[in-house]
């Protein structure tokens, strides 16, 4: 299960706090290939570990809360748009 802290039940036998997301922007249409490929390679470049979630229409990369404005910094130094 994938929720807010505040909102997981009082009684998980486990759970991992402490990451922060963001959202792939628009629509994806199911023949775009290699999105989620492309950077999760970019952060792995950079010993930035995530745990990505895809739904029917877009994707969600989270990573650990340490390392989210770098993650932010790489992503726009490889020249996407981090609105």
């Known amino acids: 299960m ?9 009684k998980t036998v486990e759970r991992e706090d402490g990451w922060r997301g963001f959202r792939i922007q ?5 023949s775009l290939i290699g999105i989620l490929s492309k950077l999760s390679g970019i952060l792995s470049e950079h010993k930035i570990g995530i745990f990505a979630v895809s739904t ?4 969600y990369i989270l990573v650990k809360e340490e390392n989210f404005e770098k993650a932010l910094y790489v992503l726009g130094s490889e020249g996407y748009k981090v609105v």
Request: glycine content about 6%; overall charge negative.
């Open 2 to 10: 994938v929720c807010k802290t505040e909102d997981a039940p009082s």
């Open 56 to 59: 029917y229409n877009t994707d």
């Open 26 to 30: 628009g629509m994806l249409d199911f």
